[in-house]
């Protein structure tokens, strides 16, 4: 029973046991099935971002714990150049040719020995086909039981993106370069807020600072500090702009002035648009740039001033006083009375402004423009046409004679004598005088016939007056007769084209040629332009003549190419009458077409006057042939009334100084200055600048040394027939230019009493010519000496050779001035001892 007992319990723990291990085995089959189903989805999920990795522009790597490359997508050599053959088993630093953007090995391998997870870390690499590209990874780190086991990771090609971000870069260094070289900032202003602009933040590019007078980010960039650096007085008018500019959504453009740190005031530019939101529509900031632009307009305000006023005097100039005598004789007759034009001409200057200066020569007209005013009435107006001649319009005269009394009293006022630095000199004046009506209908006619009484006076004894006197009628008889035999000129060949060359200031080549027209007459043989083009545009042969001109330049050009020569651009005048036809560039693109001629090796040269005839019309013009490819110049520059404004925005290539500045800059200030205040305005506005009629060597250095990029005139080549300017071309005549300017140490002034001259020079005072010209110093054949006789004992006893000749200058200070030159010459202009 015992035994029963014991084995019906030893089945029953059997059976017990037996269940367990049953129900053990079952979890473990479902342990081991929900394992198998895990790993199956792993498995999955890995193929599933292995197969997107192959489809994208990416490739998948896998390392060790060891940071070696144990795995890489199929696709690593195509994206990135480098085979998995030559990758796995390597870490990353060891692949031949990697080198990172920056210097970051240190810290992405302080990254991986942390095991930190990295993103975009960036490398170059040279692949195994030869090209370099840019890289970036991005990997994870991978843990297992709690053991770290490697890395596990995508990368990516981003060369195009970097070369991309790298020409953004250039281009923003460029535009910050440029910005710099033309003065020009930028700045942005957010519109978030519309009710309170000055609380939107502002943002200045490194030029705006600088403009402003600071440091780039010298200063925190708001509104306060900007208009905290405006001129009080342009305050107001700013905030307005940019209000309307903000509620109207338009762009604007203003100058105003700002006060800079240092105290110094300037004159800068804003223009300024707004940015809107591609989707809303809304603006979202204000952008817009800033740009210094004191020099030009102090270069504007001045060349403005020059072509009203002469510099030296601060007289109305020729331009001026023609506009204030057209005035004068548009007042009823009644009310205006008489007018009077007089033509008041000084003898003596040019001597004094060679033997003494051109200091001493403009210190003598200042002084004589001073008497002039003085001594004119209250009404009337006193003006300086030029070099040493003044004009005084004289209103409300009553009778001519009165005209006669101003003369007088002006002819005495400047014979009284001169003081010059210590010098006492004397000078007289010859007057012409014009009376309206009766000697002329306009300021052209009453100028020249006041000129031609001018004249007269100086025929007949100088030192007095004349009124103009009616002339014989032969002049106009002439004139008929050329009216006639014009009007078959072109058809009987009588015009001829002649070519003067350009030169360049800077190689001395021959830079271009100018056509310019001639008049084989029969009778009168070659006559110049001035003498028929008037009368050819009064009878309106001008159009078809100018036609002509164009035509035979082009077929010139050809022969000139079909003979091997190489052809610079040729300039063509063109008349008032041919620019101003509606289809003038249609008949030049045909010309052009037809001879088959490159459109850039032909100018046309047009006037000021030309252009504000109709300056939206001349500027359309100005931009059709400019489509055309011909380029354009304004000839005879400084003579007319071209406006700043305007000229800037007319299409241009050159601008040509008048010959009239170019004939005395050497010797009038006035002409100096105005000359370089075209060069000046030309460049800045981008332009070329030739001198005409330059003649001298004196001229050339001149414009040299202030820039002028091309002369033309006499010192090179008067105008050439055609057979000249060939052989010319041929030869490729250049212009040689003077190897040095030469020093003016040859020439000496001395000042000595006589007691003080008893040695060859041992005690006389030296003092250098500085500001004397060659120009000068070559006229000077002859020098003053207005010694004492002990004076020129001692210096004969010293040696030196005395000329004693009579001349007209009357010197009556005690020290004496004399120049001696290495030669030991003493030589003196003729003077007149009183």
Not at 564 to 592: C, E, K, M, W, Y
Not at 761 to 789: F, G, Q
Not at 814 to 834: P, V
Request: aromatic residues 6%.
């Amino acid at each position: 029973m015992k035994q029963r007992r014991q084995n019906a319990e030893v089945e029953e723990l059997v059976r017990e046991r037996t269940h367990e291990l049953e129900e053990t085995s079952a979890a473990l089959e479902l342990d081991v099935a929900a394992r198998e189903r895990s790993e199956k989805l792993l498995h999955e999920s890995e193929h599933r971002f292995r197969s997107l990795t192959e489809l994208s522009a990416d490739w998948y790597w896998e390392q060790d714990e060891n940071l070696r490359f144990t795995f890489l997508s199929s696709t690593v050599y195509e994206r990135s150049g480098c085979s998995a053959a030559h990758t796995i088993g390597k870490t990353r630093w060891e692949i031949p040719d990697t080198v990172p953007l920056s210097s970051a090995w240190p810290e992405h391998r302080a990254t991986l020995a942390a095991r930190q997870a990295f993103r975009d870390f960036e490398y170059r690499r040279v692949g195994e086909d030869g090209a370099l590209r840019f890289i970036s990874v991005s990997g994870l780190p991978l843990v297992e039981n709690g053991k770290f086991s490697g890395y596990r990771g995508i990368g990516r090609d981003i060369t195009e993106q970097k070369l991309a971000l790298d020409k953004v870069r250039e281009s923003q260094e460029n535009l910050a370069a440029a910005q710099r070289i033309a003065h020009l900032g930028s700045w942005e202003l957010d519109l978030g807020d519309l009710r309170d602009l000055d609380r939107n933040p502002l943002r200045w590019s490194d030029e705006t600072f600088r403009i402003f007078g600071y440091q780039p980010r010298e200063i925190d960039v708001s509104n306060e500090n900007f208009f905290n650096a405006v001129h009080p007085d342009d305050k107001a008018r700013i905030r307005e702009e940019v209000a309307r500019a903000v509620n109207d959504g338009t762009s604007y453009s203003i100058e105003h002035r700002i006060i800079r740190p240092d105290g110094c005031e300037r004159i800068i530019q804003e223009l300024s648009g707004i940015v809107y939101d591609a989707i809303s529509g809304k603006p979202v900031k204000m952008v817009g740039t800033v740009q210094d632009v004191t020099e030009r307009k102090r270069s504007e305000e001045r060349l403005a001033y020059l072509a009203w006023f002469d510099s030296l005097t601060g007289l109305p100039n020729r331009h001026r006083l023609h506009d204030d005598l057209t005035q004068m004789l548009a007042q009823p007759q009644q009310s205006a009375g008489r007018i009077g034009c007089m033509i008041a001409k000084l003898d003596h200057f040019k001597d004094v402004n060679s033997i003494y200066g051109r200091r001493a020569g403009d210190q003598l007209l200042v002084e004589a423009a001073e008497r002039l005013r003085r001594n004119a009435r209250d009404s009337d107006t006193v003006g300086r046409l030029g070099d040493d001649e003044f004009v005084i319009l004289l209103s409300k005269l009553a009778t001519a004679d009165d005209a006669g009394l101003v003369a007088r009293k002006i002819i005495d006022a400047l014979a009284a004598p001169f003081n010059l630095g210590g010098l006492e000199i004397h000078i007289s004046a010859n007057i012409g005088i014009a009376i309206y009506p009766g000697d002329g209908d306009d300021p052209e006619g009453l100028l020249k016939n006041a000129d031609a009484a001018m004249h007269r006076a100086k025929e007949q004894g100088r030192n007095t007056f004349r009124f103009y006197l009616p002339r014989m009628n032969e002049l106009a008889l002439e004139r008929l007769q050329l009216h006639a035999r014009l009007r078959g000129a072109l058809e009987r060949k009588e015009f001829v084209l002649h070519y003067q060359p350009k030169v360049d200031l800077t190689t001395g080549i021959i830079s271009g040629l100018e056509a310019l027209l001639r008049w084989q007459h029969p009778e009168r043989g070659r006559m110049a332009p001035a003498e028929f083009v008037p009368i050819l545009e009064e009878t309106g042969l001008i159009a078809p003549v100018g036609e002509w001109v164009l035509q035979t330049v082009c077929e010139q050009i050809k022969a000139w190419q079909a003979r091997g020569i190489t052809v610079r651009p040729v300039a063509v005048n063109l008349s008032a009458q041919q620019f101003h036809q509606a289809d003038f560039d249609a008949h030049v693109r045909v010309l052009i077409t037809q001879s088959g001629v490159d459109c850039r090796l032909i100018e046309l040269e047009i006037t000021e006057s030309m252009l504000m005839h109709d300056p939206a019309e001349a500027a359309s013009m100005l931009n059709r042939l400019r489509r055309i490819g011909v380029k354009v110049s304004i000839d005879d520059f400084g003579t007319g009334y071209s406006s700043l404004a305007y000229l800037k925005r007319f299409p241009l290539d050159a601008l040509k100084i008048d010959r009239t500045f170019v004939r005395d800059l050497t010797v009038d200030s006035d002409d100096a200055e105005i000359a370089v205040a075209i060069i000046s305005l030309a460049h800045n506005l981008k332009l070329k600048v030739v001198a005409e009629g330059v003649e001298t060597e004196a001229q050339l250095n001149f414009l040299r040394s202030h820039g002028c990029d091309e002369m033309q005139g006499y010192y090179f080549a008067r105008p050439l027939s055609v057979e000249d300017c060939t052989r010319t071309l041929i030869e490729n005549r250049r212009l040689d230019f003077p190897k040095s300017r030469i020093a003016l140490r040859s020439a000496r002034i001395f000042r000595a009493d006589a007691e003080h001259i008893d040695g060859p020079t041992s005690a006389a005072k030296r003092i250098e010519l500085a500001d004397v010209e060659l120009e000068w110093l070559r006229r000077c054949s002859a020098h003053v000496c207005a010694a004492p006789t002990a004076v020129v004992a001692a210096l004969e006893r010293a040696g030196f050779a005395i000329l004693d000749d009579v001349g007209r200058l009357n010197v009556t200070n005690t020290g004496r001035d004399y120049i001696s030159s290495h030669d030991s010459q003493i030589r003196k202009r003729r003077r007149k001892r009183n």
